[in-house]
T-cell receptor, first 107, second 114 residues
Framework: GIQVEQSPPDLILQEGANSTLRCNFS?????LQWFHQNPWGQLINLFYIPSGTKQNGRLSATTVATERYSLLYISSSQTTDSGVYFC?????????FGTGTRLQVFP | DTGVSQDPRHKITKRGQNVTFRCDPISEHNRLYWYRQTLGQGPEFLTYFQNEAQLEKSRLLSDRFSAERPKGSFSTLEIQRTEQGDSAMYLC????????????FGSGTQLSVL
């Protein structure tokens, strides 16, 4: 089946710093989504982005489908950005999740 | 929009007991998914429904697991004869089967099997 790899596995930032999270996938997909799982376990959908670039406030995402990767940019990070960020793709009807990037933002 | 609702939030049971979880999707969503998540891992797909039809089940879903979605509304996930390895967070998600299909998750049910 399709493989989804995320890097880095862990990231520690000071408030105000910028960061880039990467997601590589091993096969063609028709759906790619980014999620944030907060420290209480709730998964929040950040982006639906099978290709191209989208921005939402301090967050933006870019997917290059032909090269099978996606990037999530977080600018001016805040402590509330802490948690785990997951990339998920679906070659068919179900989303396959990566192992995530754990982000800790300190004041 | 009330979001995806799951009940109970936590469940502690003894090995060998049966447990049942409920999920209420976003009302206009016709697809409903069950995932399982263990500590340090991403969610793993278990099964999904389109309306009342169960369209796919993962190999992870042993014969002790059964899911239903009567009338295409809420869904239940039952685990029979629970084992310690069943301890995990069980997540429900829903979506509308259209071109830009975003998935929305509930808060999950944390199962602990003693």
């Amino acid at each position: 089946g399709i493989q989804v790899e995320q890097s880095p596995p862990d990231l520690i930032l000071q408030e105000g710093a910028n960061s880039t999270l990467r997601c590589n996938f091993s096969d063609s997909v028709n759906n790619l989504q980014w999620f944030h799982q907060n420290p209480w376990g709730q998964l929040i959908n950040l982006f639906y982005i099978p290709s191209g670039t989208k921005q939402n406030g301090r967050l933006s995402a870019t997917t290059v489908a032909t090269e099978r990767y996606s990037l999530l940019y977080i600018s001016s990070s805040q402590t509330t950005d802490s948690g785990v960020y997951f990339c998920a793709v679906n070659p068919t009807d179900k989303l396959i999740f990566g192992t995530g990037t754990r982000l800790q933002v300190f004041p | 929009d009330t979001g995806v609702s799951q009940d109970p939030r936590h469940k502690i049971t003894k090995r060998g007991q049966n447990v049942t979880f409920r999920c209420d999707p976003i009302s206009e969503h016709n697809r409903l998914y069950w995932y399982r998540q263990t500590l340090g891992q991403g969610p793993e797909f278990l099964t999904y429904f389109q309306n009342e039809a169960q369209l796919e089940k993962s190999r992870l879903l042993s014969d002790r697991f059964s899911a239903e979605r009567p009338k295409g509304s809420f869904s239940t996930l039952e685990i029979q004869r629970t084992e310690q390895g069943d301890s995990a967070m069980y997540l429900c998600a829903s979506s509308l089967a259209v071109a830009n299909e975003k998935l929305f998750f509930g808060s999950g049910t944390q199962l602990s099997v003693l």
